[in-house]
């Protein structure tokens, strides 16, 4: 049988309060205003016109050492061609998800190139990636574009061209690159071939309806 509750020691140290639960972050979006601004090429001054702001309280945002009104980051939003969930909306763990074997391959208009979408639409993301499927003796054309870029072979050889430069890549070669230097690729070998393709490129993949809702800096110009 328990005896009476004993007396607190003289001396002894008081009782730790409970562990209060740790309270909700705000969102951290000012880096998510900078780099769409700075992919728009827009300066300081000309977004914060755009919404109606100053150009030092922009700066603050952009630091996060300031937070804007809704309705503030609405106009910001909206001189920047993207809706307020752009900044705002908490991804699900479910939604970043793709898997092998229920991807939908698709292709872009009459190309002959085959695409598995890997990203997911994260808001504020700037992140792409996909699996390139190139059929026996295609070759691109020469582009050039902001945005960094890295190929995977998965399958068969391409034939990387950058600047001056000729690559030839087997399965698991790697090539990282700055897209604004010209580049083109190919299938250099005799059967088809695959390659996996992340950038920070502007998106082009998805629905067409689905870019001009979720992205402004949609380009119409095939990636990689």
Request: charged share 20%; net charge negative.
């Amino acid at each position: 049988m328990g005896g009476p509750p004993a007396e607190p020691q003289v001396g002894a140290p008081p009782a730790e309060p409970l562990a209060s639960a740790p309270a909700a972050q705000p969102p951290q979006f000012g880096g998510r205003i900078r780099e769409l601004r700075r992919r728009a090429g827009m300066t300081l001054q000309a977004l914060a016109d755009e919404a109606g702001i100053s150009v030092g309280f922009l700066s603050q945002v952009e630091r996060d050492k300031a937070t804007p009104s809704l309705a503030t980051l609405a106009g910001l939003a909206g001189a920047l061609g993207v809706g307020v969930n752009w900044f705002i909306a908490a991804p699900r763990a479910a939604d970043a998800v793709t898997r092998a074997g229920e991807r939908t391959r698709f292709s872009i208009a009459d190309s002959s190139l085959g695409y598995e979408r890997l990203d997911t639409h994260l808001p504020g993301g700037t992140l792409s990636s996909l699996i390139v499927h190139l059929p026996v003796g295609y070759a691109s054309e020469v582009s050039r574009h902001t945005g960094e870029e890295m190929i995977f072979v998965l399958e068969g050889t391409i034939r990387q061209t950058l600047g001056e430069a000729v690559i030839l890549l087997g399965p698991g070669d790697s090539f990282h690159f700055m897209g604004d230097t010209p580049h083109s690729f190919a299938n250099a070998g005799e059967g088809p071939a695959r390659l996996l393709w992340t950038g920070t490129s502007p998106r082009l993949i998805g629905s067409p309806d689905q870019n001009e809702r979720d992205n402004p800096l949609t380009s119409q110009q095939e990636r990689p």
